[in-house]
């Protein structure tokens, strides 16, 4: 092979890679970008995760693709584990579609109506009128058709560009003796996995397998192990997406290598030992591009076939491949840039998100309350860990959600992020102030302070109420429930009195000598800790009533509250007052 011809490959594999890209890219555009969303959404079973993704495999053209795209879902905590695994198995299958597209570059004849219904004239004019499309038409998607054309043409002559940089080889006598080594099977995959490897692409190494079959000098036997080789080697690029990944994100990026690894041992295992026992004669025959085409699919389907049933174990291995450390426990995720560009994939993980981040300033909340009664420093240390999660959840969620506001959104999605952004530091601003209630504990702990009987009464009275508010408001949230947030503000109320109470009835304390005053420090510290704490509770269930209400004004909204009081609002004080009676 000289230079002129590796030049030549190169610009074949040059084309073909960029108009697999542009086909795959105008694909995509067609649909609306909703590939990722129905992904998403729709793999909840094994079955349909596979299904998934092999379909949208076949749209975008790319197993990598698909499989970076669902790193990214994971990486966010978006998608599980489970789920991941089955889409993944899809992509294995759905990217053998491209071997099949490059079989249209290989038919025509050269006589008679043959001629016209060649590769090359059908490119020809699939060329001439994406073009046409692409400049001359107004229309959004009739452009976004012709640069599927375009694509699909562009993708047709690199794979003729191929073709005919190969098409002398079949004479070179090296290049025969080259065939007949890969009659080897574990020189074949390893040339396979090589070649994958560096072109990161699976289907432009199946073209270029299509390509030298052209000759006849490939066999059906050397073909084999080469695309085996092949499935193992398009895992590649998405173990570089683990880079800078989460547990889950790293965990993620190794099913693919792990899946067609295992199934490509088993079906080489099961075929070789078969061909020893029954000879199979046609490893012996010449291949061409059709037969390339069938057979990848064939080995990508059994592969597919054999892990099926296995996706449980898969998961178990890869988990305990990949172990999450202590100091992983409390990470917040990584938000995925790529989601940007999609909306609506970006809403539902910021929406996962600020959930999760809910649910870690309630659990802050929570222990740290508890430390008041039996302080422990393994307790404190938690929610310690936990105030610094929330943390990095609101500086990340934070700038994410701001660079989401310059997309065009729908009205709903204008609305989600509104209340996002809004009760954004309002569930910090509670985790703030679980870590101050903790310290206060700690505090009282090393002090040896004790609060007098009628105090401590009262502060479990208060603290009861103070968890009430935050569970209401936090559920009520996750839960999307107005109704439920409208309980919200007038348990505040109470919590207000309450505040007021005992501290009118600590100064009675201190007068009669029934209290001390640095106890008394403790005790007005937390007082206002939660006092703090209810207000937030206030503001988020707020947030949520207003903007269902098409409105967001919610300091009018309180301020309406609290001077037009309803029967409803009434009763719901009532009986908030009598069950936190002091």
């Given at each position: 092979?000289?230079?002129?011809?590796?030049?030549?490959?190169?610009?074949?594999?040059?084309?073909?890679?960029?108009?697999?890209?542009?086909?795959?890219?105008?694909?995509?555009?067609?649909?609306?970008?909703?590939?990722?969303?129905?992904?998403?959404?729709?793999?909840?079973?094994?079955?349909?995760?596979?299904?998934?993704?092999?379909?949208?495999?076949?749209?975008?053209?790319?197993?990598?693709?698909?499989?970076?795209?669902?790193?990214?879902?994971?990486?966010?905590?978006?998608?599980?584990?489970?789920?991941?695994?089955?889409?993944?198995?899809?992509?294995?299958?759905?990217?053998?579609?491209?071997?099949?597209?490059?079989?249209?570059?290989?038919?025509?004849?050269?006589?008679?109506?043959?001629?016209?219904?060649?590769?090359?004239?059908?490119?020809?004019?699939?060329?001439?009128?994406?073009?046409?499309?692409?400049?001359?038409?107004?229309?959004?998607?009739?452009?976004?058709?012709?640069?599927?054309?375009?694509?699909?043409?562009?993708?047709?002559?690199?794979?003729?560009?191929?073709?005919?940089?190969?098409?002398?080889?079949?004479?070179?006598?090296?290049?025969?003796?080259?065939?007949?080594?890969?009659?080897?099977?574990?020189?074949?995959?390893?040339?396979?996995?090589?070649?994958?490897?560096?072109?990161?692409?699976?289907?432009?190494?199946?073209?270029?397998?299509?390509?030298?079959?052209?000759?006849?000098?490939?066999?059906?036997?050397?073909?084999?192990?080469?695309?085996?080789?092949?499935?193992?080697?398009?895992?590649?690029?998405?173990?570089?997406?683990?880079?800078?990944?989460?547990?889950?994100?790293?965990?993620?990026?190794?099913?693919?290598?792990?899946?067609?690894?295992?199934?490509?041992?088993?079906?080489?295992?099961?075929?070789?030992?078969?061909?020893?026992?029954?000879?199979?004669?046609?490893?012996?025959?010449?291949?061409?591009?059709?037969?390339?085409?069938?057979?990848?699919?064939?080995?990508?389907?059994?592969?597919?076939?054999?892990?099926?049933?296995?996706?449980?174990?898969?998961?178990?291995?890869?988990?305990?491949?990949?172990?999450?450390?202590?100091?992983?426990?409390?990470?917040?995720?990584?938000?995925?840039?790529?989601?940007?560009?999609?909306?609506?994939?970006?809403?539902?993980?910021?929406?996962?998100?600020?959930?999760?981040?809910?649910?870690?300033?309630?659990?802050?909340?929570?222990?740290?309350?508890?430390?008041?009664?039996?302080?422990?420093?393994?307790?404190?240390?938690?929610?310690?860990?936990?105030?610094?999660?929330?943390?990095?959840?609101?500086?990340?969620?934070?700038?994410?959600?701001?660079?989401?506001?310059?997309?065009?959104?729908?009205?709903?999605?204008?609305?989600?992020?509104?209340?996002?952004?809004?009760?954004?530091?309002?569930?910090?601003?509670?985790?703030?102030?679980?870590?101050?209630?903790?310290?206060?504990?700690?505090?009282?702990?090393?002090?040896?302070?004790?609060?007098?009987?009628?105090?401590?009464?009262?502060?479990?009275?208060?603290?009861?109420?103070?968890?009430?508010?935050?569970?209401?408001?936090?559920?009520?949230?996750?839960?999307?429930?107005?109704?439920?947030?409208?309980?919200?503000?007038?348990?505040?109320?109470?919590?207000?009195?309450?505040?007021?109470?005992?501290?009118?009835?600590?100064?009675?304390?201190?007068?009669?000598?029934?209290?001390?005053?640095?106890?008394?420090?403790?005790?007005?510290?937390?007082?206002?800790?939660?006092?703090?704490?209810?207000?937030?509770?206030?503001?988020?269930?707020?947030?949520?009533?207003?903007?269902?209400?098409?409105?967001?004004?919610?300091?009018?909204?309180?301020?309406?509250?609290?001077?037009?009081r309803s029967a409803e609002f009434e009763k719901q004080f009532e009986d908030y007052a009598e069950r936190y009676k002091i």
């Amino acid at each position: 092979m000289d230079l002129l011809t590796v030049i030549n490959l190169l610009g074949g594999i040059a084309l073909f890679l960029f108009g697999m890209k542009l086909m795959g890219d105008g694909l995509k555009s067609v649909a609306g970008n909703k590939l990722e969303l129905i992904l998403y959404r729709l793999s909840n079973t094994t079955l349909k995760g596979v299904l998934l993704g092999t379909g949208v495999t076949a749209v975008i053209q790319s197993s990598c693709a698909t499989s970076v795209m669902v790193v990214g879902f994971v990486n966010s905590g978006m998608m599980k584990l489970r789920q991941a695994v089955s889409v993944i198995l899809g992509a294995i299958l759905g990217t053998s579609i491209t071997g099949w597209i490059i079989c249209l570059n290989y038919i025509g004849g050269s006589s008679g109506v043959g001629k016209y219904l060649s590769s090359a004239v059908l490119t020809g004019i699939v060329a001439a009128i994406g073009i046409i499309l692409c400049m001359f038409v107004k229309n959004k998607t009739v452009k976004k058709a012709g640069s599927i054309m375009m694509g699909f043409a562009v993708l047709m002559f690199g794979m003729s560009a191929m073709s005919s940089a190969v098409s002398s080889l079949g004479e070179s006598d090296g290049f025969r003796s080259m065939l007949t080594s890969l009659s080897n099977p574990v020189l074949g995959v390893l040339i396979g996995i090589v070649v994958t490897a560096v072109l990161q692409s699976a289907s432009a190494a199946v073209g270029i397998v299509q390509a030298l079959s052209v000759s006849g000098t490939i066999s059906v036997g050397a073909a084999v192990p080469l695309l085996l080789g092949i499935t193992v080697g398009a895992s590649v690029p998405v173990l570089l997406s683990a880079l800078g990944a989460t547990v889950n994100g790293k965990r993620a990026s190794l099913i693919y290598p792990i899946s067609t690894t295992l199934s490509a041992a088993v079906c080489a295992t099961i075929f070789y030992i078969s061909n020893a026992i029954f000879k199979f004669e046609f490893l012996n025959g010449s291949s061409d591009p059709f037969i390339i085409a069938a057979l990848n699919s064939v080995i990508r389907l059994a592969m597919v076939v054999i892990l099926l049933p296995f996706t449980n174990l898969i998961e178990k291995l890869i988990t305990a491949l990949v172990k999450k450390k202590k100091e992983d426990e409390d990470d917040a995720p990584l938000f995925e840039e790529m989601f940007i560009s999609h909306p609506a994939l970006a809403v539902d993980q910021s929406r996962s998100a600020i959930k999760e981040m809910a649910q870690r300033s309630y659990k802050a909340l929570k222990i740290a309350t508890e430390l008041l009664n039996e302080y422990r420093e393994e307790a404190f240390d938690q929610v310690s860990k936990l105030e610094s999660s929330v943390d990095k959840y609101e500086d990340g969620l934070g700038t994410y959600l701001v660079k989401l506001t310059g997309r065009e959104l729908t009205e709903q999605q204008n609305k989600d992020i509104s209340v996002f952004l809004h009760t954004l530091s309002d569930f910090e601003r509670i985790s703030d102030h679980a870590l101050n209630i903790a310290e206060s504990a700690k505090e009282k702990k090393e002090k040896k302070l004790v609060f007098s009987g009628g105090a401590q009464e009262e502060m479990n009275v208060i603290t009861s109420a103070v968890n009430e508010i935050v569970s209401i408001a936090v559920n009520a949230f996750i839960a999307g429930d107005v109704e439920s947030a409208k309980k919200v503000e007038p348990l505040e109320e109470v919590i207000d009195d309450l505040c007021d109470k005992i501290k009118s009835h600590h100064i009675e304390r201190l007068q009669a000598g029934e209290c001390t005053i640095v106890p008394g420090f403790v005790l007005n510290d937390l007082l206002t800790n939660y006092e703090r704490v209810s207000d937030h509770c206030s503001n988020i269930a707020a947030a949520m009533i207003e903007l269902e209400a098409d409105e967001f004004d919610t300091h009018k909204y309180l301020n309406r509250i609290k001077n037009k009081r309803s029967a409803e609002f009434e009763k719901q004080f009532e009986d908030y007052a009598e069950r936190y009676k002091i």
